[in-house]
């Protein structure tokens, strides 16, 4: 039986998909303490930088945000996750507070499969799910070998080990996309209906947190919004947040990021220069208002000197693979202080006022020189830019375009 069992965990571990454990793999593997948790759906996901609040402020920090995740769903992730590790501080985005549905099923495993076999785990199934068809989700959420043991024709060599990741739980969206119009943020007036269920659990998180001495945040992080209901929502949010006394910051109402450089894709989420604002702008208000560490001349969390170190090797990985695609170039260069660069443009380049190019380049402060001598033997591009990688002074790489 013993023999079996080992057997069964074997291909298990094969055949089950390996997002969620590869996501938190460091969450989990990490005995020392994580002071901050960041929690929510793909805007959390791809806007907030663990490892830039480590290098920037010294923040213990992990991202444990999904894709569609609802309120509702964060607030088991909370539970779970408070398991493990009791935080100091959580953060926790609000942009699926006004979904009536508790969850995303066909994401909702991103979370779940990562975490044991619990009773609070039982209880987030009965409470997150349909009860017409609960019996097939406990199966399928506690048990999740009944889902994925035929997945044996689709197996590839990294279903056999779980896959490194660098970012601590975030997840980098490197593209730059035209954004919607934007609302004007003051012509919205506030939502004036009944609470949506995720309304409701977001309460459910606050009272949470407060009865077990866990300070909280709670934002909404920036996107283009082009529908009046959600700066509405977002402003009720407000309105709960002051019931209860705790910190709302609502991004919407604020210029810290330019869409025009900072979104990777029309209506929603934001790419790394985005991400980079939004970390940058919460590790100072963290350090600002709440009592977290600063851990950097702290031994116990040395190992992340090394995580960092590889993270940096992550950028420039990101850099190399957008070598063809100069708008992705340009907004991954955007705050870098690992990586230093030199633009030089030809005269014969064209930078139209109101264009894509234009909105980079002044992202980067119009760090480039004009230089028409460089293009002598590359007569058919028009912008040169060289990297360096600022450990050691090294050349990166050289792109044309």
Known sequence: MLILFICFLAVNRVLERKYSKEKYADFFNQKEDFDVLIFGNSHALNAISPMQLWNDYGIISYNMANHAERTATTYYNILLACEKNTPQLVVVDTFMVKSQEKVSENLVHNMFDTYPISYKKYLAVKDLFDSKDLQNNEIEHLFNFSIYHARWNELIKSDFKIGKKYEKGAESRIEVAKPNNVIDFNSASVYNKEESINMQYL???????????????????????????????????????????????????????????????????????????????????????????????????????????????????????????????????????????????????????????????????????????????????????????????????????
């Open 203 to 401: 309460r459910k998180i606050i009272e949470y947190c407060k009865e077990n001495n866990i300070q909280i945040l709670v934002t909404d992080l920036p996107y283009p919004a082009n529908k009046t209901e959600q700066i509405s929502e977002s402003k009720y949010v407000q309105t709960i947040c002051n019931e209860y006394n705790v910190n709302y910051i609502n991004f919407l109402g604020m210029n810290l990021v330019n869409y025009n450089t900072d979104c990777a894709d029309s209506d929603s989420h934001l790419n790394p220069s985005g991400a980079r604002k939004v970390t940058d702008y919460l590790g100072k208000y963290i350090m600002d208002i709440y009592n977290i560490p600063d851990q950097r001349n702290n031994n116990a969390y040395k190992f992340w000197y090394e995580d960092y170190n590889e993270y940096i090797d992550f950028k420039i990985n990101n850099l190399k693979g957008s070598e063809k695609y100069l708008n992705n170039y340009l907004m991954l260069l955007y705050g870098e202080e690992d990586i230093k660069y030199e633009i030089t443009i030809s005269g014969k380049r064209k930078i139209e006022e109101g264009s894509t190019l234009k909105y980079l380049l002044e992202n980067l402060n119009n760090n480039y020189k004009i230089n028409d001598d460089a293009f002598k033997e590359k007569t058919d591009k028009t912008i040169k830019i060289t990297t360096y990688d600022n450990r050691d002074g090294k050349l990166i790489n050289t792109v044309w375009f």
